[in-house]
């Protein structure tokens, strides 16, 4: 069902891979664009995609969906799942977010927070901390996402088992299409 669900979203919103992968300007890529992994789901493909996109995500620089794109072709991650993440950190989102970063890498390097000014941002007082806080929480992220969509895929596939097998074992608790119908009517 979520993957079904998945599948519509990026269809409606992301154009098809066929055209993606005639366009002049990627040709340069060769045959590693027809990879699979680049464009279906799978557990592996949309595991690697969560890790790289919301690692990419807390890169403060322009270009995130870029990045982002490079580390799921060269780690095989799903494409579009992988830049849609990138996504987390949009124009709204991006000054609480980041100062929630500096926070933390104030609090991981124990340093007093600076004032605001230009000396500080050049100095490094500002920025050490920042990038300190953002390569952290992109590192938690990536390997809480590739790890959470591991366990939520193994466990919505062992939830389809466990119920076809219940199925199996009991068939009268869910309708039998193959069941014999006594069409007599004397």
């Known amino acids: ?90 124009p709204v989102t991006m000054p609480p977010l980041f100062y929630f970063a500096y926070l933390v890498g104030l609090s991981v390097l124990n340093l007093p927070a600076a004032s605001f000014s230009l000396d500080a941002v050049l100095s490094g007082d500002i920025l050490f901390p920042f990038l300190t806080g953002c390569l952290l929480i992109g590192v938690v992220c990536a390997t809480t996402g590739y790890f959470g969509i591991n366990y939520f895929w193994h466990y919505h596939v062992a939830k389809k088992w466990a119920t076809r097998k219940q199925t199996r074992k009991h068939p009268s608790s869910k309708k039998n299409p193959f069941k014999a119908v006594n069409y007599d009517r004397s």
């Open 1 to 90: 069902m979520a993957k079904k669900l998945l599948q519509k979203l990026l269809n409606k919103f992301v154009p098809d891979h066929n055209v993606i992968k005639q366009h002049k300007n990627l040709q340069f890529l060769g045959d590693k664009l027809h990879d699979p992994n680049l464009w279906h789901l799978n557990r592996r493909s949309v595991a690697m995609a969560f890790a790289v996109g919301l690692f990419c995500a807390w890169i403060p620089t322009p270009g995130q969906m870029a990045i982002a794109a490079v580390g799921a072709f060269y780690l095989r991650g799903n494409l579009p799942i992988a830049i849609a993440l990138v996504w987390i950190t949009n």
